[in-house]
């Protein structure tokens, strides 16, 4: 079964620094898709960046990249300048990428990310 | 584009009591609808999976007689909680995904918050 972990539950980060989010997961799949999703305070589900497995190219948007290794089984988040807007809780996600609509996301346990000023 | 709504966005309800949550994608058709649970400082919970037309696929040790899920059109999901009980109050959320093509993304709705006194 496949399975999401994230090591860091709570991570603090001063306004215009960066940091990155960890990442694990364990899959025997080949094809598949990572996510990260940040929830706010208001507690709806964003997404922030979305990485296919087949792509060897990290995924950006904007102040937001991973680092994906696929042999390693890692997807780690790096925010760049970080704002406070910024703060709330990331989770890291997995997706089969077969299948259709019908695949799930396997979450992560999320980490909790401060930004001070 | 791609919005979800849920309706309401807060109930309060009595125990013994059912209540009706809505989610609905406002500008797609969304072939399959996610129902998620969520504690506090939790991550999500997948309770089922819906598509329209055809009986939920619940995971495992979720109650579907408890929490009974409806996908009768492209558009609306409902779930109710039926005899609701302290321990049912929680914060659920749904998403949906359209079959329109890849990478089906999951639209998030922007969660109910349920109480049961």
């Known amino acids: 079964a496949q399975t999401v972990t994230q090591s860091q539950p709570e991570m603090s980060v001063q306004e215009a620094e960066t940091v990155t989010l960890s990442c694990t997961y364990d899959?025997?799949?080949?094809?598949?898709?990572l996510f990260w999703y940040k929830q706010p305070p208001s507690r709806q589900m964003i997404l922030v960046i979305r990485?296919?497995?087949?792509?060897?190219q990290n995924a950006t948007e904007n102040r937001f990249s991973v680092n994906f290794q696929k042999a390693a089984k890692s997807f780690s988040l790096k925010i760049s300048d970080s704002q406070l807007g910024d703060a709330a809780m990331y989770f890291c996600?997995?997706?089969?990428?077969?299948?259709?609509?019908?695949?799930?996301?396997?979450f992560g346990t999320g980490t909790l990310l401060a930004v001070q000023p | 584009g791609a919005v979800v709504s849920q309706h309401p966005s807060r109930v309060i309800c009595k125990s013994g009591t059912s209540v009706k949550i809505e989610c609905r994608s406002l500008?797609?058709?969304?072939?399959?609808m996610f129902w998620y649970r969520q504690f506090p400082k939790q991550s999500l919970m997948l309770m089922a999976t819906?598509?329209?037309?055809?009986?939920?696929?619940?995971e495992q040790g979720v109650e579907k007689d408890k929490f009974l899920i409806n996908h009768a059109s492209l558009t609306l999901s409902t779930l109710t909680v039926t005899s609701a009980h302290p321990e049912d109050s929680s914060f659920y959320i749904c998403?949906?995904?359209?079959?329109?093509?890849?990478?089906?993304?999951?639209?998030f709705g922007p969660g109910t918050r349920l109480t049961v006194t």
């Open positions: 500008d797609f058709q969304a072939t399959t």
């Open positions: 819906s598509n329209e037309g055809s009986k939920a696929t619940y």
């Open positions: 996600a997995y997706r089969l990428d077969y299948g259709g609509a019908t695949n799930k996301l396997i």
């Open positions: 990485q296919e497995a087949y792509k060897q």
């Open positions: 899959t025997s799949e080949s094809d598949y898709y």
């Open positions: 998403s949906a995904a359209s079959g329109g093509g890849l990478p089906y993304e999951q639209y």
